[in-house]
């Protein structure tokens, strides 16, 4: 069982797919950045000072009044974080978008590849032959 576990671990494949996870994990990262960081402030700016991150709903029968989210979740008071919602909607949206760019990208470069004709076969040796013999019995020496 151990042979075939480090025969698992030494295939391709699971190298491939750590460093898939590690590198995905660090662009999630720098996505979560971009929209709350960049994208959202730009949002609030638009939408006159909303912040996404901010908007929830009191479950708690009106004792969050007047909180941010923060004040309401350090008191303890249960809320229901639509806001934070959105923004990871909008980070998966962007994922989605760039892993679709990606994937087109290859699939164009994988038709480009089959599109390029083969270059027709050199002739054989046998055929360089006979193509000689047939031109000198065509200028008749």
């Known amino acids: 069982m151990v042979k075939e576990f480090v025969d698992f671990l030494k295939r391709g494949n699971v190298l491939d797919l750590a460093v898939a996870v590690i590198i995905g994990g660090a662009f999630g990262k720098i996505v979560t950045s971009l929209?709350?960081?960049?994208?959202?402030?730009?949002?609030?700016?638009?939408?006159?000072?909303?912040?996404?991150?901010?908007?929830?709903?009191?479950l708690s029968r009106g004792q969050a009044a007047g909180m941010s989210l923060a004040q309401a979740q350090e008191a303890g008071l249960a809320t229901?974080?639509?806001?934070?919602?959105?923004?990871?909607?909008?980070?998966?949206?962007i994922i989605a978008l760039v892993i679709f760019m990606?994937?087109?990208?290859?699939?164009?470069?994988?038709?480009k590849e089959e599109a390029a004709p083969a270059p027709p076969p050199a002739p054989s040796a046998e055929e360089k032959l006979l193509t000689e013999i047939r031109d000198l019995l065509k200028s008749g020496r």
């Open 35 to 58: 929209v709350n960081d960049i994208i959202m402030p730009v949002v609030s700016l638009a939408t006159g000072g909303i912040s996404f991150a901010d908007l929830y709903i009191d």
């Open 80 to 93: 229901l974080n639509y806001g934070l919602f959105i923004n990871n909607i909008i980070d998966f949206v």
């Open 102 to 111: 990606m994937i087109r990208t290859v699939n164009k470069m994988k038709k």
